[in-house]
């Protein structure tokens, strides 16, 4: 039996002119003044150029980033020590390790680019939003309220606040800040953005709507627009429509993991499984813990009957935090509706007993309908488990009978070959018994 997936993950990341709030790192040396050059602050004063050996090295690992990126940030690390005052270098390093997921090691070199060029804007941004990636919300805040105290202007530094304060649940501060910034300057897309995914929350979606086409009115090919539009569209169930806001912010920007995990998710909706595994696999290429992407990749390979593939997504998935109890309920599905290669026949029942329980004992705010539906699936699996152990004992009753009859059969035609002895019990073989007695010898 087909049953839909639980609460199939999705995701946005609030968003700002110059900077997404939780979405991936910037991308690699994007900025227009090249790969030697950093965006600063108005009134930053500009880092020293690069030695052109650095700046050769930074370029060099550019172009492998995407295909080798161990092979990158070693030209990376090369063009920090060739020129130790070199931000961009520490700043690319940082965006290729985000990638990879070592967080940790690209906070510090975020923070080495800081303290070579305190005006690098992308690294302030990129910290904060790794931060805000990793659950830290209120460290983000920080972070950006620091440079802020520095730049109170800086409009792509109060976007990325707002989107913080969105993220941290201060929508009400988060409102002021975004109508004052418009109050300043009433094109700020950002601005507007951030305005809209505020009122979407609220459930004001015509609202929202309406700021939208305001944004899109200013520049149609910002891809945020088209994101905040997809969800709008999910919000009124309508798929399509959102299909084609997703990717249309896609093909304004590539690096968008949340568009990649969104498209993902509805492909799997209309039944189109490859198409699903490759829109996941991109966003999880590029937040490879982004435990949304890997339960809606369990969906999909469910979907395309890939059973071990999608066990191994959703246990990914529950290894790292975001994905709640869906997971067990994913598991428990997976294994009701599924034989399960390697797996014993009681096992599977067993299994999908126990996630389905603890999904339930879990999950917070199920209505009466849905607990008594999941209860349903529990009643199932027992029900499974016992009708499994019924259809075993009479297997195991039959293979005894055909033992038996088959051993029967062999003695039968043992006897009846040549020189063969008897089968017990036959006239032939109580015949030479009664014709001889203990101690008799022929003569």
């Known amino acids: 039996m087909k049953r839909i997936a639980c609460c199939w993950a999705l995701s946005l990341s609030a968003c700002a002119s110059g900077g997404t709030g939780g979405e991936v790192a910037t991308p690699v040396s994007s900025s227009e003044g090249g790969p030697g050059s950093t965006s600063t602050f108005a009134d930053a004063p500009p880092p020293p150029p690069p030695s052109a050996s650095a700046q050769s090295l930074l370029e060099q690992g550019l172009r492998l980033a995407d295909a080798d990126p161990e092979a990158a940030l070693q030209q990376f690390r090369q063009a920090e020590k060739t020129d130790p005052g070199y931000a961009l270098a520490s700043y690319d390093a940082g965006v290729v390790l985000e990638r990879m997921g070592r967080y940790d090691e690209a906070t510090r070199a975020y923070d080495d680019a800081l303290a070579k060029d305190p005006g690098f804007r992308e690294a302030v941004e990129n910290r904060a939003n790794l931060e805000l990636r990793r659950g830290k919300g209120d460290a983000a805040v920080r972070i950006l309220r620091r440079a802020l105290e520095a730049r109170p202007k800086d409009p792509s530094l109060r976007n990325e606040l707002i989107s913080a304060l969105i993220r941290t649940g201060q929508s009400k501060e988060a409102e002021t800040e975004a109508k004052a910034l418009l109050k300043d300057d009433e094109k700020n897309v950002g601005a507007l953005l951030n305005l809209a995914i505020i009122f979407r929350a609220r459930d004001q979606l015509e609202l929202a709507s309406s700021v939208l086409n305001r944004a899109r009115e200013i520049d149609e090919a910002q891809p945020m627009i088209w994101l905040q539009l997809g969800m709008i569209y999910l919000d009124k169930d309508q798929r399509s429509e959102a299909i084609e806001a997703f990717e249309r912010a896609a093909g304004y920007r ?48 469910k979907g395309a009957l890939e059973l071990q593939k999608a066990e191994a997504a959703y246990k990914e998935a529950s290894r790292l935090q975001g994905a709640g109890p869906d997971v067990a309920y994913n598991l428990g599905l997976l294994y009701l509706d599924n034989e399960m290669p390697g797996v014993e026949r009681l096992e599977r029942w067993r299994v999908a007993k126990k996630y389905l329980e603890s999904y339930l004992a879990d999950a917070s705010g ?32 039959r293979r005894l009978r055909d033992a038996k009859r088959a051993a029967r059969e062999a003695e039968e035609r043992e006897a009846q070959e040549p020189g063969g002895a008897p089968p017990p019990g036959s006239d032939e073989a109580g015949a030479d018994e009664a014709g001889s007695a203990p101690g008799d010898e022929l003569p």
């Open 254 to 301: 590539s690096d968008l993991p949340e568009v990649h995990n969104n498209l993902g998710a509805l492909y799997v909706e209309t039944n189109d499984y490859q198409a699903a595994i490759a829109a996941l696999k991109r966003a999880l290429a590029l937040y490879p813990d982004f435990a949304e992407a890997h339960l809606n990749l369990g969906n999909a390979y």
């Open 366 to 397: 199920l209505d009466e309908e849905e607990s008594k539906r999941v209860q349903s699936y529990i009643t199932e699996a027992e029900r499974g488990l016992e009708r499994e152990k019924k259809l075993i004992e009479r297997e195991e009753r």
